[in-house]
Each structure stands twice: as C-alpha cells, then as structure tokens.
C-alpha cells in the first residue's frame, strides 16, 4: 500500500490495577526466611499480554525496620525456579534473610539487579527494547510490606506482598504496511527510584528516542515499549520507518498540546496509540478505547500533527581517527540521507591537491555529528577551492563543482571544524545549480582561513544556531538564486569576518537575534546586507557602520569591543581560552562560552 501524508491517530490509556493476590514468606526452622510466594499486578510486560513471572525471573528483597532506621537485609537476590510461566511463583535464596527481633518491614523490587542498585536506591535507566525480554527487564516493579512483628523470631500469619508497577508502559498499533520499526522520543530514560518508600526522583531532562518492540496481541502487530513517568509532553513524538517503493521513509506523529494528557504519562499505567492511515488528507482524533481492565473515560480532540513522509537516515559511526580516504570509503555506495557520527577524538579530514570529500551522487543530505563540540575535532585544512564534492561530476576532467541532489540537507552539528578554507563554495561554470533543502550548523566552533562557509550555494533555508564562527569572509552568501531565502541565525557570536556575513537575493528574509559580532574590518562590508529583517533582538556590535539591514538601537547596540569580549584578541585565527567568554551582564553570543 502507497503510504500518503496524514494520520488518524486513537489511544486509550488503563491505569494499572493489581491483582491484590497475596504472597506468603516462608521461613526454616533456623530462623531464616528462604522463599517468597509472589504475585504481580497484570500490567503487560514480558509476555505483554498476561504478566506473568517466568523461570529465573527474579527480585531483590530488603528487611528495614519498620521506620526505616535500620536495614537489617539488604537486596538479598530470590529466583523464580518455577518451569512454568505463571501469575504466582516461588522465590527461593540459598542465602535467605536472618529474621531479627524487631518490627520490621519488607520491600521488594524486580528485576534484581547488583550494579543498578546503591544503597536503596535503583538506578532506573532505559534503553531500546527490541526484544520482549528487554521489555521486561525494563519493567520495574516494587512491593512493600506491612509493619511486621518478629520479637518472637518468626513470621506469624504469613506475609502478603502485592507487587505494582511503577514506571509507564507504551503500545504503538498502526495499519501502515511494511513497517521497519517504530520509535517514540522526547521521554524520560533515566531517574532514581526509592526501594523504601516507591518514588521515582531525578527523572526530568534524561530525554531521549527509544525503539519500541515489536509483538502480537490478539492477532494484532503492536510495538510495545517501557518509559519513565513524566509530567510534560511536549516534545513527544512517534516516529515510524516505513518502506515504500525501495526506499525507507519517516512518519511522526507529533503529540503537540493536548490538555487529555495534561498531566503526562502516569507510573503504572499503561498508553495504546492507534496510528491510522486514512488516505492522504484526516486529522488526528482521540477516541475512547476500553483495554484489559476498563477503559479511559471520555473523549477529546488530539493537537498532534503527522509529518509528510520523509526519507529515513542511515547512520554511519565514524571511527576515531578515520581519515579522509576512510571517509571516503565509509561513504562508498551509500544512498539517500547521510548521518556521519563522530566519537571523541581528533580527525584528520585535511586534504592536499584536489583530493577532496567526495559524496556518491545518490547522497541527499550529509549530517556531521559530534558527541561533544569540545571533543570531537575535524581538521579540515588544504584547497583554496571547494572541500565537499560529489563524484562524477568533472571540470576539464577535474572533478570540480559540488552538486547535491536537488532538495539535500546538510548538518554539521556538536563539531569543532578546523582549518578549513572553502566549506561549501560553489563556482558553477554552466553546471545547472540544484537547491538546498536546508544548511544547518548548532552547537559548533567554526574556525577557518579567511573565505567562505557558503558562498554561490543555493538553499532554501540556513540555520545557524548556538555557535562560534571565526576567522571567516562571509557565513552565508546566496545572491543568484531566484527564490528567497530565509536565515535563521540566534545565539552565535561572530568574530574576525572579512566580507559581509549574510547575503541573499531578492524577497530573501532573516531572524538575527542575541548574537555577538566584532572584528569586522573597515571596508563596504556588512553583518546583514539585502535581507528583510523579520525578527531582530538582543544583538551586541562593535562598529555601527557593519550594521546592514540591522537598526542601531532597535535590533543591536553598539559596545566597544573590550566592554563585549574583554579578553578578545583583534585579528584573531585561532580560538583560545577565555576569549570569547563576554562580559558580565552580557547573555548574547553562543551560549557555550
């Protein structure tokens, strides 16, 4: 089936009942409590379906006393050594728990675990669950006992435990075909839960994407997945790789503002999202949905939006210290949209002649990511002309002329760029120009020798944000290409650019907003020049006369360039410590500093 561009997107959300099953402690003769009859709440985990405990499942068991003074018994391991699956099983411990004469309670968690666990303290951390047994190994649950009185050195009247399930379960259900696999992002990964009292703390901000699991429930292919509770959900989505016609391409449902789940998702429930293709126009509704054990209880609109589809992108682990022939080679036969991801290290991408990176012609968007800007370093350094190519192309039996395919994207994201003399410059001679879909730098130390980053280049869009560039002519200059062009530049600071720093043709707009330019040489040069100024705030420059499209006193104010960047060196090629940082009060710039 031809996938086309929106959903219908249902989810019902059950809160998680337990089953009040008891579970009774037996204790030897010696004293010493050996094995723990359990039941659990029937929250779907590893068998999705019906919760059951299977063999070798197992938990950990702490004795405190009943005020939590004192821990007499601590993460003692009990295993599950029933054969077969069931809703209530048998622990045993060869070591058991000594029972003490004191009133005393138990607490319980699963899955047991001797590294995740200091203290009383679980450290909850998710991962991909592609695989029904991470699933359920990522499906903390907890039970505590009753105060209990073993003054006599026994446990009279038997122990009940009741286990719940204390983080959010995910099930993803769609009827579009050839699904690849589906992932949700902008939820919580990581948090500190209390084995003593069953409270998840430090959960906010550990966010992060996770590829849920694909299962069958009542015939149904659902995609299933374990997440930390989080009270904000703005930034979830539902991303789901498809292929259609050879190629795989992305949807995602985007959750956007809706007030039925205003309070997140919950520790111990569980959410079904019912993604549905109807045809190629719809929007996306919430629908009440009754599950295992009830129902959500009315109906509302859902302000989520499914994308257009997009072309899914291959990720390629660069190794530390790959140069550029092992670029090349990492790159050969590759097709569609590119991500290249740099580990710590220092790479040497220089080139000499015209040895140059050369991009297989199928390539529509080439990302550089880094883990860190401040650790993962590409010495770009050589030819005085262009540095990105795409093979095939040829001048004079030179290849010459970077051309992308029509629509590409280019990232560099989180890098240290060093050295280079040309990015992106494009000479032309005849050869018919392609246009950019987008041109994107975040979070990167742009430092080169004196000439463009992108200059004669068409794109639609170029988006420079929270970056440092240095040592430049101009960051941007697109002035032949016919249709407008929109620049996105916030919170860099800007220094040592020998030409105008953003350009564009006729109709063409910019956001300039809270950035830092100094060091701009005398001369008929401007930061902004031809541009319609759309939304201009918070900027700090060192010479009114570079102003451009910009407004004194409206959009920038003028600062000596000691009171902007004090420790900041005029002329300056290379970065070094402390001169970027800016003055007390100042908060333009790029905010690494």
């Not at 010493?32 to 659990?40: A, F």
């Not at 105060?147 to 995910?170: Q, V």
């Not at 916030?490 to 100094?518: H, M, P, R, W, Y």
């Amino acid at each position: 089936m031809k996938l086309r561009n929106l959903f219908y997107a249902t989810f019902a959300m059950t809160m998680v009942a337990c089953t009040q099953e008891n579970s009774f402690l037996s204790q030897d003769e010696t004293g010493v409590l050996r094995t723990i009859s359990s039941g659990s709440g029937k929250f779907a985990s590893r068998s999705v379906v019906d919760s059951k405990w299977e063999q070798n499942d197992a938990i950990g068991v702490f004795m405190l006393k009943s005020d939590a003074s004192s821990t007499y018994a601590e993460n003692v391991k009990f295993t599950n050594n029933t054969a077969e699956a069931n809703t209530k099983v048998t622990f045993t411990s060869e070591t058991g728990i000594t029972l003490v004469n004191d009133k005393v309670k138990f607490h319980a968690y699963y899955p047991w675990s001797d590294t995740n666990v200091t203290g009383t303290t679980y450290n909850v951390q998710i991962s991909d669950q592609t695989e029904l047994t991470t699933v359920s190994n990522s499906d903390l649950r907890w039970a505590v006992s009753d105060e209990k009185d073993l003054t006599n050195g026994t446990l009279e009247g038997g122990l009940s435990l009741n286990f719940a399930h204390k983080l959010t379960f995910l099930k993803v259900k769609t009827n579009v075909a050839d699904v690849k696999s589906v992932s949700v992002s902008g939820v919580n990964t990581e948090a500190q839960f209390n084995i003593v009292d069953g409270t998840l703390s430090n959960e906010a901000g550990n966010t992060k994407s996770i590829q849920l699991c694909k299962t069958t429930i009542n015939e149904q292919e659902v995609y299933c997945g374990i997440v930390v509770p989080t009270t904000e959900l703005k930034d979830f989505v539902i991303k789901i790789v498809a292929t259609e016609e050879g190629k795989d391409m992305v949807y995602q449902y985007v959750y956007g503002d809706n007030t039925t789940l205003a309070e997140g998702f919950k520790g111990g429930w569980q959410y079904l999202f019912n993604i549905t293709l109807e045809g190629s126009t719809g929007s996306a509704t919430l629908d009440k949905i009754e599950a295992e054990l009830g129902g959500f209880e009315g109906e509302s609109s859902v302000n989520g939006e499914v994308s257009d589809p997009q072309e899914a992108v291959t990720d390629i682990t660069v190794p530390v210290g790959t140069d550029l022939d092992g670029l090349k080679t990492l790159l050969e036969g590759k097709s569609g949209k590119i991500s290249l991801n740099f580990a710590d290290g220092t790479y040497d991408l220089g080139h000499t002649d015209r040895n140059v990176i050369e991009i297989p012609n199928n390539v529509t968007g080439i990302s550089f990511i880094g883990s860190n800007y401040n650790s993962v370093k590409l010495e770009i350094e050589g030819h005085a002309q262009d540095y990105f190519m795409n093979d095939g192309i040829t001048e004079n039996g030179v290849k010459r002329t970077p051309r992308f395919a029509e629509g590409g994207i280019v990232e560099f994201k989180s890098c240290y760029v060093h050295g280079a003399n040309r990015l992106f410059y494009w000479k032309g001679n005849g050869v018919t120009k392609n246009t950019l879909a987008s041109f994107v730098i975040d979070d990167c130390i742009m430092v080169g020798s004196g000439n463009q980053v992108l200059e004669g280049y068409d794109t639609a869009k170029m988006i420079y944000k929270n970056s440092t560039f240095l040592n430049w002519s101009c960051l941007g200059k697109i002035t032949q290409k016919t249709e407008p062009v929109e620049f996105d530049i916030q919170n860099c600071t800007l220094a040592n650019l020998s030409a105008t720093g953003f350009e564009g043709g006729s109709g063409s707009t910019a956001i300039f907003k809270d950035n830092i330019v100094v060091d701009m040489p005398n001369g008929n040069t401007y930061i902004l020049y031809g541009l319609n100024v759309t939304d201009a705030s918070g900027n700090i420059m060192d010479n009114q006369d570079k102003v451009g499209s910009l407004t004194v006193n409206t959009n920038v104010e003028i600062k000596n360039t000691t009171d902007i960047l004090p420790d900041y060196t005029l002329g300056a090629t290379a970065v070094s410590d402390g001169m970027f940082v800016p003055a007390s009060g100042i908060e333009a710039g790029d905010p690494r500093w």
